[in-house]
């Protein structure tokens, strides 16, 4: 590695985060620490029904037994679970607002600044957005116009109150609480988060959108996301997160269910930019995230596809149940580590029913001290007649301090499967970098537009709104000088 | 003076690979540099271009009133220089036309030019490829990759065309091109040569320059130029080789 490789990689390192800024608000807040009494708290706030509440204590006591699973290539202190706040909402936010104009200004603000304006009329034509401030969700947008077609999208606390049939019947149906200890704990303490329900045979018209933004210090955000397509619908998802800067680690375990009926199909797209800490590896979030998907029907798919570019520290594996017959999985995945964030990401397929198909698409990028692993498990039962999966994994290292690692597992108990896997790490080609340069482009434009090359097959699965966002994101993730 | 090599010695792994170059090149001017293989022709190319692995031993390089070594490899090629290269890379999932879109709006920015649009960059870019039998299914692909050997090199002279060089340094174009494709090659730098631009042409064959009329022929033997002269010196390497000159 030259010298001036070596430069523009350490003005990445100083790679600032626009979207560090703390709004000041009024909050409310519990004391710090996990017990009886503040999931009693939350449910309360949360004007839940009586079944929701042992619901959630029964996920508690649960978790109380258990440990944090351990198999990750993570290095990270202890996580203190009695010194976090489990709950914090914008004081006078016990009921959400009707609409903007009972909305604190100052948040309206905030999301201006965060480039998600609010008020319909300015934002992207063609999404619909649900946007979930620390506990509580803010506003949803579009909420008429969906109803109209019998779509349901609101936050998970007011579809708990008003769609208690679809939230007993499909909450936990995907992600047992007692899975692992984090979604124990996301189902013991979850705050806010979106539901959204495709009802028969109708495709839904915009995207579906969630904006996250953790703003109170020491609080953990525990969303919870429920998405069921009924039969032949459609509907396509995305969520984007950020945080404010902050010295201390923050928690934040989410998770996400997802259940395609017959010959429905979901896409759901994530561009993480949780605040990734500092150069020094100072802050950032922790990103315990369960994501699964089930196919539950027939011809039924399910796509996931993801930008990690945020936290401290990653561990995430959106999966798909393939149970229907002729079901489909799939996940894109882009994930870049600078500094010292580590992200251990990747998928499981299950593959269950017969004739299903997987796809496995990962890039991850690696700069800085950080250590980025891929770890997959694809996995045929002894029914899944035909199944199939393919797997690609190419990892690129931007520097000589940073570590790629693969990890894919593959178990079948069925004889017919077919899969196919390949996998690369590279560097950097220095004889790229020469080429763009000798055409003009400077250093840092030049590895930009390497590393987008590299990404472009995950990248263009986004939609079209976010691809571009999207790969914006993934220069400033390189770059030190936007901000 | 337009280009002019002073002097120049140049190591790489402790190997000398330049010794004491020197050449001039004015405004206008088509240099043919020729040599067997190993006596630095390439090392000489990249130079120029400023690529970092080589040691600068000695010697000065002026380009059009620059200090050519207080410029890194963009800044040259921002101020004209543009290298066709003699194995150019693959660069996955990376289009041509916002590729060169950046790169012609990079070197205008330098030049305090205004910055072509989308849409004149796209009609600009259809037109040079077709004039050079550049089909336009090739312009939806990645930058070289998959392509053969001859498609690579008709790519670098679609690029020097839209980038319209005041210094083009062919490497080794002509190597691996048949008739036909070397044709098009030549034919595209007939195209673009003016008063205002220069060329140096490095090969190892003389075939060449059958199409391309250089100004001026170098023979470089072991890391400098032993002889200078017109294109009879061309004929005298076809017919003798370069053990004479050694």
């Known amino acids: ?483 | 003076m337009f280009l002019e090599i002073k002097n120049l010695s140049v190591k790489i792994e402790n190997k000398n690979i330049l010794k004491s170059l020197n050449l001039n090149i004015n405004k206008g001017e088509v240099h043919a540099i020729m040599g067997p293989n190993g006596c630095g022709k390439s090392t000489l190319a990249n130079v120029l271009a400023g690529k970092e692995d080589y040691e600068i031993l000695n010697g000065k390089i002026n380009f059009k009133d620059n200090d050519l070594f207080d410029l890194n490899i963009e800044e040259r090629a921002q101020e004209g220089m543009f290298l066709a290269f003699q194995y150019p890379v693959e660069i996955p999932g990376v289009n041509i036309t916002p590729f060169l879109h950046s790169a012609i709006n990079s070197k205008r920015k330098r030049m305090n030019e205004e910055e072509i649009d989308n849409l004149s960059f796209a009609k600009l870019l259809k037109s040079k490829a077709s004039d050079l039998g550049i089909n336009i299914d090739m312009l939806k692909r990645s930058v070289n990759t998959g392509f053969s050997g001859g498609e690579k090199k008709r790519y670098e002279i679609l690029q020097m065309s839209i980038l319209n060089p005041d210094l083009a340094i062919l490497d080794e174009t002509d190597s691996g091109l048949d008739i036909d494709a070397l044709k098009i090659v030549t034919d595209g730098v007939n195209k673009l040569k003016t008063k205002d631009n220069s060329f140096l042409i490095i090969t190892h064959y003389q075939k060449l320059l059958d199409y391309i009329k250089p100004d001026y022929v170098h023979v470089m033997v072991n890391g400098s130029i032993v002889k200078s002269g017109g294109s009879e010196i061309a004929a005298e390497i076809e017919k003798d080789g370069f053990q004479k000159f050694q």
């Open chain 1, 1 to 483: 590695m030259n010298s001036e490789t070596l430069n523009t990689l350490d003005s990445y390192s100083k790679n600032k985060y626009k979207y560090g800024f703390v709004t000041k608000i009024d909050e409310e807040k519990p004391k710090k620490g996990l017990n009886e009494d503040i999931i009693k708290f939350i449910s309360l706030k949360k004007n839940e029904p009586e079944w929701m509440l042992e619901w959630r204590l029964k996920a508690f006591s649960k978790w109380k037994k258990m440990k944090e699973p351990k198999w990750a290539n993570l290095n990270f202190p202890k996580i203190d679970y009695q010194d976090i706040y489990y709950y914090s909402a914008p004081k006078g936010f016990d009921k959400k607002p009707k609409d903007l104009s009972e909305v604190d200004p100052k948040l309206i603000d905030t999301y201006n600044k965060l480039g998600i304006p609010l008020e319909e009329q300015k934002v992207l034509a063609g999404v619909a957005v649900d946007v979930v401030f620390d506990s509580v969700s803010v506003a949803t947008t579009y909420k008429g116009e969906l109803e109209k077609l019998g779509i349901i999208f609101c936050s998970i606390g007011e579809a708990i109150q008003t769609h208690p049939d679809l939230i007993k019947k499909y909450l936990g149906s995907v992600i047992p609480a007692g899975d692992h200890s984090f979604s124990a704990l996301n189902s013991a303490v979850f705050t806010d988060g979106s539901f959204v329900y495709i009802p028969e045979g109708v495709k839904c018209p915009m995207e579906l959108s969630t904006y996250f933004r953790i703003n109170a210090e020491n609080t953990g955000q525990f969303e919870r996301t429920l998405i069921i397509a009924d039969k032949g619908s459609y509907v396509s998802y995305l969520e984007g997160c950020t945080a404010p800067k902050r010295d201390d680690n923050q928690l934040h375990a989410a998770n996400v269910e997802l259940i395609a009926l017959e010959d429905a199909e979901i896409k759901y797209s994530t561009v993480q930019n949780w605040y990734p800490g500092d150069e020094e590896g100072k802050g950032g979030i922790y990103n315990f995230v369960t994501k699964r998907g089930l196919c539950a029907g027939k011809n039924s798919k399910i796509s996931w596809t993801q930008v990690e570019t945020g936290s401290a520290i990653t561990w995430k594996y959106p999966s798909c149940i393939l149970k229907g017959d002729n079901s489909i999985g799939e996940f894109y995945s882009v994930a870049i580590t600078n500094n010292f964030q580590q992200a251990d990401t990747g998928t499981k397929m299950t593959h269950i029913g017969k004739n299903t198909k997987s796809k496995i698409i990962s890039k991850g990028i690696s700069l800085g001290k950080s250590q980025n692993t891929y770890r997959g498990e694809v996995s045929f039962l002894r029914k899944a007649d035909k199944a199939r999966n393919y797997t690609q994994c190419d990892s690129l290292l931007v520097g000589n301090q940073c570590g790629a690692h693969t990890v894919p597992y593959i178990d079948s108990k069925n004889n017919t499967a077919v899969i196919e896997h390949e996998a690369s790490t590279s560097k950097i080609n220095e004889d790229q970098l020469y080429y763009c340069r000798q055409r003009g482009l400077s250093h840092e434009e030049a590895v930009s537009l390497i590393v987008n090359g590299f990404c472009k097959q995950v990248l263009q699965e986004l939609p079209m709104e976010f691809a571009v966002e999207a790969q914006k994101l993934v220069s400033i993730s390189l770059e030190g000088s936007v901000g």
